[in-house]
């Protein structure tokens, strides 16, 4: 990629994963948790969301090295004993942030889609590109955020699926899941995982 692409693709990036954020925390304030609410969290504010690393340094190394740009933002701090029906409710907050992002990228797809009678001005072909990568990132971003590891919201709707002695047993994982990430990254398992989906996903969204 060349330094104005990884640009662009930091900002969708950056813009994907603070709806992805603010999707959680709306979702928590609305099913009785108002945690993340006080702390400012149920914001488009993508200063609110940042982290170093999943945020900034891992876009950066995955842009530089070939690899599809995803990441992860500060997680929303969830309470689940004010939900208020905990073991559920988690389920759907943890879902929000994923389904955020496919709705992200249904809406750039229709834009293209209305953008595509306006002609092939170098302006619109411009456009047409950025929102094929938006549609890229946010398909990217849903499907690795949903990848059964904690503590991405996978791991966490898993957690809420299984009966309650496996999902105790599967969330003391969770310290060790990024260990499990990097591993998946580094052998080229993670892009095998995600990689098939997500051509499927911008075949039905781009055709």
Same mark, same amino acid.
């Given at each position: 990629?060349?330094?104005? *692409?990884?640009?662009?693709?930091?900002? +969708?990036? #950056?813009?994907?994963? *603070?709806? $992805?954020?603010?999707? $959680?925390? %709306?979702?928590? &304030?609305?099913?009785? &948790?108002?945690?993340?609410?006080? !702390?400012?969290?149920?914001?488009?504010?993508?200063?609110? $969301?940042?982290?170093?690393? /999943?945020?900034?340094?891992?876009?950066?190394?995955?842009a =530089?090295? /070939?690899?599809?740009?995803?990441g %992860?933002?500060?997680?929303?701090?969830?309470?689940?004993?004010?939900?208020? $029906?905990?073991?559920?409710?988690?389920?759907?907050?943890?879902?929000?942030?994923?389904?955020?992002? +496919?709705? #992200?990228?249904? #809406?750039?797809?229709?834009? #293209?889609?209305?953008?595509?009678?306006? /002609?092939?001005?170098?302006? *619109?072909?411009?456009?047409?590109s950025?929102?094929? =990568? =938006?549609?890229y990132?946010?398909?990217?971003?849903?499907?690795?955020?949903?990848?059964?590891?904690?503590?991405? &919201?996978?791991?966490?709707?898993?957690?809420?699926?299984?009966?309650?002695?496996?999902?105790? *047993? =599967?969330v003391r994982?969770?310290?060790?899941?990024? +260990?499990?990430?990097?591993? !998946?990254?580094?052998?080229?398992?993670?892009?095998?995982?995600?990689?098939?989906?997500?051509?499927l996903?911008?075949?039905?969204?781009?055709?």
């Open positions: 990629m060349d330094s104005t *692409t990884i640009l662009i693709g930091l900002v +969708i990036l #950056l813009a994907s994963l *603070t709806v $992805h954020e603010a999707a $959680h925390a %709306w979702t928590a &304030d609305r099913l009785g &948790d108002p945690t993340a609410r006080l !702390l400012g969290r149920v914001s488009l504010n993508p200063l609110v $969301h940042i982290d170093l690393i /999943g945020t900034i340094i891992l876009p950066l190394l995955a =530089f090295s /070939g690899l599809p740009i995803v %992860w933002a500060k997680p929303v701090p969830v309470n689940t004993s004010q939900l208020r $029906h905990p073991r559920r409710d988690f389920v759907v907050v943890a879902a929000a942030g994923p389904a955020s992002n +496919i709705g #992200l990228a249904i #809406l750039a797809a229709t834009a #293209l889609r209305i953008g595509g009678g306006l /002609g092939d001005t170098s302006a *619109t072909v411009n456009a047409s950025i929102l094929i =990568f =938006f549609v990132v946010n398909v990217l971003l849903a499907l690795f955020n949903m990848i059964p590891v904690p503590p991405l &919201d996978g791991g966490n709707v898993l957690a809420g699926l299984l009966p309650r002695g496996p999902a105790e *047993t =599967f994982l969770r310290p060790y899941g990024f +260990i499990v990430l990097y591993a !998946l990254m580094i052998t080229g398992a993670l892009s095998a995982m995600i990689g098939p989906p997500a051509n996903f911008m075949r039905l969204l781009l055709k």
